[in-house]
């Protein structure tokens, strides 16, 4: 990996934006992007009638 030198007024738009990633790298990127994302599961509570007596 190597970081570019500083370049002062540099047109950013002109500069490869690509780099080399493993897929597997990839793929765990965009499932936690999706995870990041996705809405709140609703969580489900427990009433007296759903409760097991033993």
């Not at 996705?38 to 427990?46: E, G, K, Q, Y």
């Amino acid at each position: 990996m190597s970081i570019k030198e500083e370049a002062p007024g540099a047109d950013l738009l002109t500069l490869p934006r690509t780099i080399a990633m493993p897929l597997i790298t990839l793929g765990a990127t965009i499932a936690a992007l999706v995870k990041a994302t996705a809405p709140p599961v609703p969580t489900r509570t427990l009433t007296s009638r759903h409760k097991r007596w033993h």
